[in-house]
């Protein structure tokens, strides 16, 4: 059975393929291991440590990831494994977990940056005016 699932965060979009397997977790067809920065890493593999590892050896899971940081790039994969995970076993024990630890394992952050508008540096903040 494959069960595919994806992931965003600002513009992070992560898409996950959840396979049989014997736990091989490849990010853009190189393993999790090696990932950089390890934080980046280590948020990748949380919804392995809430869930049994015995989980992740009985699956393999293949994510593409493209665009945003590193840092968005590990939220957008953390969450398509999480959804990948829970489709796949189709376990609500599972998903509450999830929830409980933390509810973006399960929902997309839908926050973006605001675009930068006319009349200043930035979105918001304008351009410093002199009188004298």
Same mark, same amino acid.
């Given at each position: 059975?494959?069960?595919?699932?994806? +992931?965003?965060?600002?513009? $992070?979009? #992560?898409?996950? @393929?959840?396979?049989?397997?014997?736990?091989?977790?490849?990010? /853009?067809?190189?393993?999790?291991?090696?990932?950089?920065?390890?934080?980046?890493?280590?948020?990748?593999?949380?919804?392995?440590?809430?869930?049994?590892?015995?989980?992740?050896?009985?699956?393999?899971?293949?994510?593409?990831?493209?665009?945003? +940081?590193?840092?968005?790039? $590990?939220? #957008?994969?953390? @969450?398509?494994?999480?959804?990948?995970?829970?489709?796949?076993? /189709?376990?609500?024990?599972?998903?509450?977990?999830?929830?409980?630890?933390?509810?973006?394992?399960?929902?997309?952050?839908?926050?973006?940056?605001?675009?930068?508008?006319?009349?200043?540096?930035?979105?918001?903040?304008?351009?410093?005016?002199?009188?004298?």
């Amino acid at each position: 059975m494959v069960t595919n699932t994806s +992931g965003k965060k600002k513009t $992070a979009i #992560a898409r996950a @393929t959840v396979s049989d397997g014997e736990g091989r977790v490849r990010i /853009n067809s190189q393993p999790v291991e090696l990932v950089e920065p390890e934080m980046a890493q280590l948020k990748m593999l949380e919804p392995f440590r809430i869930a049994d590892d015995e989980l992740r050896d009985s699956v393999d899971i293949d994510v593409t990831v493209e665009g945003g +940081g590193f840092s968005g790039q $590990a939220d #957008a994969v953390r @969450t398509a494994l999480a959804r990948g995970l829970v489709q796949h076993h /189709n376990d609500a024990e599972l998903r509450e977990a999830y929830r409980e630890f933390d509810r973006s394992l399960l929902v997309n952050d839908v926050r973006q940056s605001e675009k930068k508008k006319w009349g200043g540096p930035g979105a918001r903040a304008r351009y410093q005016k002199s009188y004298r």
